[in-house]
Nanobody, 114 residues
Framework: QVQLVESGGGLVQPGGSLRLSCAASGFTFSIYIMAWYRQAPGKEREFVAR????????DYAGSVKGRFTISRDNAKSTVYLQMNSLKPEDTAVYYC???????WGQGTQVTVSS
């Protein structure tokens, strides 16, 4: 059974940092693209970042490029999202995904507010 379990969300002040984690199980993590998406209140879910299984190449949404870093540890079947210089507009539920197999986590709330 495929499972993606996010953690690390919370409340942070503007300019602060958070690190999200997503622990995967039930599939061969090391051979799949992993991604983070987010959904803000009243908005559609949007792409944030992805990381390829071989070589670790990454892509980012323009709104987070230079501030967020996606990484993976294949030995731990875990993908991370380091978020720096957070802004109020980054407030959303963040979802981990294995997009090529259509799997999603339950989401973790990130709130950026003073």
């Amino acid at each position: 059974q495929v499972q993606l379990v996010e953690s690390g969300g919370g409340l942070v002040q503007p300019g602060g940092s958070l690190r999200l984690s997503c622990a995967a199980s039930g599939f061969t993590f090391s051979i799949y693209i992993m991604a983070w998406y987010r959904q803000a209140p009243g908005k559609e879910r949007e792409f944030v970042a992805r990381i390829f299984p071989v070589g670790g190449s990454t892509d980012y949404a323009g709104s987070v490029k230079g501030r967020f870093t996606i990484s993976r540890d294949n030995a731990k079947s875990t993908v991370y999202l380091q978020m720096n210089s957070l802004k109020p507009e980054d407030t959303a539920v963040y979802y981990c995904s294995a997009p090529t197999i259509g799997k999603w986590g339950q989401g973790t709330q990130v709130t950026v507010s003073s």
